[in-house]
T-cell receptor
């Protein structure tokens, strides 16, 4: 596997379920990100990890809980979500933290909350 | 904070014609402007970027221009091909630890 891989690609869950999204990067990068992509909206940055330390949390509701056990893996734990949380969740990585270099995205996890 | 507006939201062109997508930004301190392409069901990928010390950058059939005074930048695609059909996102950043702010995207359809 190369690049950034995300699993699962599709997830349907009820509002009371608990699930997790997984991201793995094989690029040797030091920073990883979670973005939310909703229809007709800009990509929204949710969380940033640099060298496994969370450095940014953009006022995301606590029902989203990130975890970065090492520089290659990133998780997004989900519980008691709302239907408006249905979206494509994109993971990305970059060489170093900072926003003037290329972001490498995964293909996303399409989440549907019933 | 930074605000990025992108126009148009949809664009259809005939194969071989040119396509232009425009973005405006609000923070004059922004200095990095990338463009990402997202094909249907695929991941966004960087196609070109420009920094504020440059007015224009070209890579084969794509080019980006930047007008710092007017605070806008544009993506130009010449000799469009069906494989150019995708959603294109612009973004802006002040650099350092300031996140990229993305536009809402432009869905480009190239009609054969």
């Amino acid at each position: 596997e190369t690049g950034v891989t995300q699993t699962p690609r599709h997830l349907v869950m009820g509002m009371t379920n608990k699930k997790s999204l997984k991201c793995e990067q094989h690029l040797g990068h030091n920073a990883m990100y979670w973005y939310k992509q909703s229809a007709k909206k800009p990509l929204e940055l949710m969380f940033v990890y640099s060298l496994e330390e969370r450095v940014e949390n953009n006022s995301v509701p606590s029902r989203f809980s990130p975890e970065c056990p090492n520089s290659s893996h990133l998780f997004l734990h989900l519980h008691t979500l709302q239907p408006e949380d249905s979206a494509l969740y994109l993971c990305a990585s970059s060489q170093v933290r900072g926003y003037t270099g290329e972001l490498f995205f995964g293909e996303g996890s399409r989440l549907t909350v019933l | 904070g930074e605000n990025v507006e992108q126009h148009p939201s949809t664009l259809s062109v005939q194969e071989g014609d040119s396509a232009v997508i425009k973005c405006t930004y609000s923070d004059s301190a922004s200095n990095y402007f990338p463009w990402y392409k997202q094909e249907l069901g695929k991941r966004p990928q960087l196609i070109i970027d420009i920094r504020s010390n440059v007015g224009e950058k070209k890579d084969q059939r794509i080019a980006v221009t930047l007008n710092k005074t007017a605070k806008h930048f544009s993506l130009h695609i010449t000799e469009t091909q069906p494989e150019d059909s995708a959603v294109y996102f612009c973004a802006a950043s002040k650099g350092g630890n300031t996140p990229l702010v993305f536009g809402k995207g432009t869905r480009l359809s190239v009609i054969a």
